[in-house]
């Protein structure tokens, strides 16, 4: 299964799934990052963390470490 890391920049996924431990999982799902959304991969840092997404309208930078414990549906 793919993760969000693995998207390309204008690549656009739903979200299956969100691992993780402790308080970033809950600060992800503050954030909007739940199972169903849609996101799109808008853009990574020169050095590739971190990761800028959209979600909602909304844009977020999240660590790639986060990133990928965040699993994809196949569209």
């Known amino acids: 299964m793919r993760t969000l890391d693995q998207l390309r920049p204008g690549d656009a996924a739903r ?13 992800l799902a503050e954030m909007g990052v739940l199972a169903d959304a849609r996101v799109r991969m808008v853009r990574t840092a020169p050095l590739g963390d971190p990761l800028e997404i959209e979600l909602d309208g909304c844009f977020l ?15």
């Not at 979200?15 to 970033?24: C, K, L, T």
């Not at 930078?61 to 569209?75: H, P, V």
């Open 15 to 27: 979200i299956a799934r969100v691992g993780g431990q402790g308080a970033i999982v809950q600060r």
């Open 61 to 75: 930078s999240l660590r790639k470490a986060d990133a990928r414990a965040i699993e994809l549906c196949d569209d």
